[in-house]
Structures are given as C-alpha cells and as structure tokens.
C-alpha cells in the first residue's frame, strides 16, 4: 500500500451497530427507517423538497432523465470535464448531448456559453459542480426561464457546499448527490435524488419504485399499487441506508476536518504558486468550500506526468482525473467539433491531491515537501 494513498475511507464506528439493527428488523430492502432518516435529514438540513436515495448518483441521474421526458434527437447541454454518468444518463434516453467548455479559471461550465448551445431541442442543462465549489447558477436559472428549460444539478462532489448562502443540489428543478467511497459522506456506493420542483414529486417517486405508486400505498393514499409509469429499481438497501445513516451524523466534523486538511494544503503549497510554478484551486465568491478534493494546476501535460512520477516513488498516490468527454472514443465522432480549450487543459494539467479523514499533518507535510522538491 502507498505510504500515502490518495483515498481511505473513513469509518465513525457507528456503521456496524446501525446495519445490525437494520439486519435484525426484519427490513432489509429500500425506503425503511434507515432510508427515511437519510432523506429526512437532507430535506431539513439542505432545504431540498423531496429526497430519494438510490443505489448510486449514476441512477439519481437515469432518473433525472425520465422525469425530463428524454427521448431520441432532445439535446441536453453537458460540461465536457465531468465523469461519464453526467452524460451516460441521457444518452441512454437518445439524447444528443452538446458539450460546453469549462471556464478559464475553474473547471465548472463556461455559463457565457451556454446561451450559444441552446436549440429548439434543448430539454435540459446539467451543470456540475466540480470540487464541490458552485457553478454560477443564478445566469443559469435566468436562461432556463428564457428558453423552458430543465436545470439538472450534478452535485455529486458537493454536498453541504453552497452558492450565495443556497445548498447546492438545492437550486436546480432537479439534483443529484453520490455517496462513494471518494466522497465526503460514504455508504460504499450509493446515491440519492434531490426533487425541487413540486410538480415531479410524484412522479419521482413512481419512478423511483419500478413505475408503480407503492410509496402512496404504503402511506394509505390508495387501496393498492399499479404500474402506472416507466421506472426502474432505484431505491437503495437499508443496509446501505445504514451505513449512510452513521456518516450523516458525523457530517460537521467529518466537514470540519477535510477543510483543515484543504487550507494545510493551500498555505504549505501557497509560496509555489507566487513563485509561479503551478496554479492552486480558485473558489469564486458566490460559492463555499467543502473541501471534498484538493487540486494544483501544472503547466502541462508532460510535467504534470513527470510530478506523478516522482511522487509516486516516494509512495505518495497523486491521480489526475477527467479526460474530456468530446474526447472520448465513444462520442468524438458524434461531437460537432468545436475545440474547448479549457476542459483539454484541465484534462492535461490538474492533478489531485491526497486527501481524506485521517491523513495525518505528517504526511501532508511528506505531500508538501516532495511537491517542493520536484519543482526546485
């Protein structure tokens, strides 16, 4: 194992105790006690109106798409610096997808180019907060009410991060959140839909239980439940829900750590980028920190490669992330070829850094100091 390794899921101690019991009740399968306190606690904490946990944010996002109504030849607009499910989730449907580049000074969507991408079949915009740190979402608001059009937040990286004091996931008609093991707040996998807009209530719940209305049986509104609607099997388990459950409760100090860790970061590396050798995170004003990655911009490609090597043979497990999806080989040939300049160069120059709850001053200090090394 890596002397220091880029992730390490952290336990509150509580997980084990919380699936125990769930294994003991004789409930098992989605939206039990568990399940409901998660949700519960995110539509209180969060403002969102209706929280559903899923199996992943993957499904949160297929969910997304139907409640949409995507079907072949609608257009969704996509940040080309995003992990494939941001995508994937409306290819499935058909939809052609219209990647938009990432801004100069952030990898978030580029909002001044959006206008520029709307079409006639435009259904939705999914900006992604990258790092948790906000898009611009008020511009983006404003062109969904010109043009009719969904807002989809993939707040994946984001929660308890916020834009203009507003949770993130919170903001948009629709929102997701992933509970990964990379993540902030972890269940393994996991994952969970955020409705804001009252009119998809409903229906999110219909799809969210395979096409039928059982969760209105289960609350007495009907004598018996029917399909009534597409749908798939979206709920997450309550062992999962538990495990969820015990990370919620940890949720300000687990917060409260990784932004140590970030700002032990930002200052110990801060001389390098005055000297300008390498490019630090830069979180605009309107959005807060939740300190879910921390990232350092290289000149390159080629250094970026070499620091990783170097890093590497001191243990240390530094990882870059996306690669641009208009890139990709599944979808270069269906992009229409427009050059975005800004995800390339994220693609080629952003590297992250280790970051977890209980890596240690020490090895931040080891993660520094070889940084430094290297670029002396």
């Not at 983006?140 to 929660?159: F, G, N, P, S, T």
Request: with cysteine.
């Amino acid at each position: 194992m890596d002397a220091v390794p880029f992730n390490r899921p952290f336990l509150t101690g509580k997980e084990l105790e919380y699936i125990t019991e769930a294994v003991y009740s004789g409930k098992l399968s989605g939206n039990g006690k568990f399940g409901k306190l998660c949700q519960s606690w995110f539509e209180m904490r969060f403002g969102i109106e209706k929280a559903l946990l899923t199996s992943s944010c993957t499904d949160a996002l297929e969910m997304t798409a139907l409640l949409t109504d995507i079907e072949p030849g609608d257009e969704v607009i996509v940040p080309s610096y995003t992990f494939v499910s941001t995508a994937n989730a409306f290819v499935l449907r058909g939809a052609k997808i219209v990647f938009a580049d990432s801004e100069a000074q952030t990898p978030n969507i580029d909002v001044s180019k959006i206008e520029g991408l709307i079409s006639p079949r435009t259904k939705a915009v999914v900006p992604m907060h990258y790092g948790g740190v906000a898009c611009d979402m008020d511009p983006i608001l404003e062109l969904a009410k010109k043009h009719e059009i969904c807002v989809i937040e993939d707040a994946a990286q984001a929660i308890g991060a916020t834009y203009k004091g507003r949770a993130l996931g919170s903001i948009g008609n629709l929102g997701t959140f992933s509970f990964h093991e990379t993540k902030n707040i972890i269940s393994g996998e996991g994952g969970l839909l955020a409705v804001n807009d009252d009119d998809m209530i409903k229906r999110a719940e219909i799809i969210w239980e395979k096409g039928t209305n059982r969760a209105a049986f289960w609350r007495g509104e009907v004598d018996k439940y029917n399909w009534v609607d597409v749908g798939s099997s979206y709920l997450a388990s309550e062992l999962t829900a538990a495990f969820l459950w015990a990370q919620l409760q940890f949720f300000d100090r687990i917060q409260e750590k990784r932004l140590a860790v970030w700002n032990f970061y930002r200052e110990g590396l801060r001389p390098l980028e005055e000297a300008g050798k390498i490019r630090l995170s830069y979180i605009p004003e309107y959005a807060s920190n939740n300190a879910h990655l921390f990232y350092i911009l290289c000149a390159d490609l080629t250094e970026r490669t070499a620091l990783i090597k170097h890093l590497k043979k001191k243990e240390i497990n530094a990882v870059f992330h996306y690669i641009s999806l208009h890139a990709s080989p599944f979808y270069k040939d269906k992009h229409d070829g427009r050059e975005l300049k800004n995800s390339d160069r994220y693609s080629d120059t952003l590297l992250r850094l280790p970051l977890y709850y209980d890596i240690s001053d020490d090895m931040l200090c080891i993660v520094i100091d070889e940084i430094k090394k290297f670029y002396r």
